[in-house]
């Protein structure tokens, strides 16, 4: 996974430049980061998101939902608002990370999936199958830790041309890639989240792998009045895992949130020492007491 830095971009990490951060973090997989550059790999070129709000989803789609029903769109909307994340299933980095993500989000949101609001989450490889469906569901449910919500959650597969029309109706540009086997069996995309209003017409876009949950309840609220939202930073969070170059695995994971924190964590911690330090200076810590022959500064 790469984030890549562009003029309307406010943070990224790629293959290489002048910063370099090797910490390791581990969570569904080691991932690894890497530096920074303002240039996508040419492989990313067709890949990205554009924010076509206020654009309609096409409902009559049919889909298979992780029971192996036959599904439209459709059916999931007309009377609240909902969540739509385009991944794959056996995606081996950022598709966990953003679903992992817009979990733990949601956990902290006190809306309730199925009552208050719908997950629907699409998988953008046609091979992928009710079975994957089925153990992503089951995976994400309990992590969200309310099983009693899983009619509110919606893991869905289907054919080539209609992931082809979701994709793009929603502006989700991604390419096949080889894997370790030589095969085209991975893709490269970009990550993001989409709300939708009750209509099935785009509202917002949240761009990464981590949320605010005090965003995701303003937009679900927003969009269930179905008011649509207006652009955000085009901060885009690349999955591109295999090297056919190398024929080795690039486990590179850019978290903007991480990297934000590092920076605030620095600067708040210089704050309060230089705080500390004036304040000693002011009541003049260190001296020795009144009494003792010596002195106190003020």
């Avoid at 902290?108 to 091979?127: E, L, Q, R, T, Y």
């Avoid at 569901?137 to 869905?156: D, I, M, Q």
């Avoid at 989240?193 to 005090?214: R, W």
């Amino acid at each position: 996974m790469i984030v890549v830095r562009s003029a309307a971009i406010v943070a990224g990490i790629a293959c290489s430049t002048s910063l370099s951060l090797t910490a390791q973090v581990s969570s569904y997989g080691d991932k690894q980061v890497g530096s920074v550059s303002d240039k996508p790999p040419t492989i990313l070129n067709s890949v990205g998101i554009t924010q076509n709000l206020n654009q309609q989803l096409p409902l009559s789609l049919t889909f298979t939902d992780d029971h192996g029903q036959q599904v439209q769109l459709a059916q999931y909307f007309g009377k609240r608002p909902a969540i739509l994340a385009l991944v794959y299933y056996q995606c081996p980095m950022l598709c966990s990370e953003e679903l992992n993500g817009l979990t733990g989000a949601l956990q902290m949101v006190n809306f309730v999936p199925g009552k208050d609001f719908d997950v629907i989450v699409i998988s953008i490889d046609p091979s992928e199958g009710t079975d994957l469906a089925a153990a992503k569901k089951r995976s994400y449910v309990k992590r969200y830790g309310h099983p009693e919500t899983a009619n509110g959650w919606h893991f869905l597969t289907g054919t080539q041309p209609n992931i082809d029309a979701v994709t793009k109706a929603v502006g989700f540009g991604y390419v096949k890639i080889p894997g370790p086997d030589g095969t085209l069996t991975q893709f490269a995309h970009a990550s993001s989240i989409q709300i939708v209003t009750p209509a099935g017409m785009l509202a917002q876009y949240y761009m990464g792998v981590e949320y605010s949950p005090k965003d995701l309840r303003l937009g679900l609220v927003e969009a269930s009045n179905n008011h649509i939202g207006s652009p955000v930073d085009n901060i885009l969070t690349y999955c591109y895992h295999y090297d056919p170059k190398t024929n080795t695995h690039s486990l590179i994971v850019a978290r903007v949130v991480q990297l934000g924190g590092l920076v605030t964590v620095s600067t708040l911690g210089g704050f309060m020492f230089l705080m500390f330090r004036r304040d000693s200076q002011h009541l003049g810590v260190g001296t020795p007491k009144t009494g003792t022959g010596t002195k106190v500064n003020g």
